[in-house]
């Protein structure tokens, strides 16, 4: 029990940092050209990287920044 408690959070960070590292300047992004991500879904896993570590409060705010300049 107390290793799957270790390895969820630690597959959420490496998901959530490998989609952040995906993100370019693109305004949607794009999965198996059906699903679009919502700038809030976005914006929500940040949040969840900043929490655990997988990013600095720098990083975040500089992500953050540009997600909300992002257009719609």
Sequence with gaps: ???RRQI???AVVLL???GLAACG???VVKV???TQISKGWELKDLRKAL???AINK???ERVRQKLLKRAQ
């Design 1 to 3: 029990m107390i290793i």
């Design 8 to 10: 969820v959070p630690a």
């Design 16 to 18: 959530v940092a490998t």
């Design 25 to 27: 300047g693109d305004n």
């Design 32 to 34: 198996e050209q059906s």
């Design 51 to 53: 929490d655990a570590g």
């Design 58 to 60: 720098d990083e975040y």
